[in-house]
Nanobody, 115 residues
Framework: QVQLVESGGGLVQPGGSLRLSCAAS????????MSWYRQAPGKQRELVAT???????NYADSVKDRFTISRDNAKNTVYLQMNSLGPEDTAVYYC?????????WGQGTQVTVSS
């Protein structure tokens, strides 16, 4: 069964940091591009960052130089290190991949940036 499970969200003060994790199972993790998306209240889900099988990365302009996506193929896990967080980063963060052209989503993890 293909599954993605996110963790690491929570409440953080502005300027703080969090690291999200996404544990994958049910497919050969190292073969697939992995992405993080987020969805803020009342807004559409947006792509935050992507990492290829060769660990090339791409970021939304809004998070460039603040967020870092990485992967550990030995642990079947993708990470999102988030620094200098602001209230605009408040959202549910989702892990994503496509297996055999079928999108796979995790359940999401809430990130709230507030003082």
């Amino acid at each position: 069964q293909v599954q993605l499970v996110e963790s690491g969200g929570g409440l953080v003060q502005p300027g703080g940091s969090l690291r999200l994790s996404c544990a994958a199972s049910g497919f050969i993790f190292s073969w697939y591009v992995m992405s993080w998306y987020r969805q803020a209240p009342g807004k559409q889900r947006e792509l935050v960052a992507t990492i290829t099988t060769g660990s090339r990365t791409n970021y939304a302009d809004s998070v460039k130089d603040r967020f870092t996506i990485s992967r550990d193929n030995a642990k079947n896990t993708v990470y999102l290190q988030m620094n200098s967080l602001g209230p605009e980063d408040t959202a549910v963060y989702y892990c994503n991949t496509q297996v055999n052209t079928i999108p796979v989503w995790g359940q999401g993890t809430q990130v709230t940036v507030s003082s």
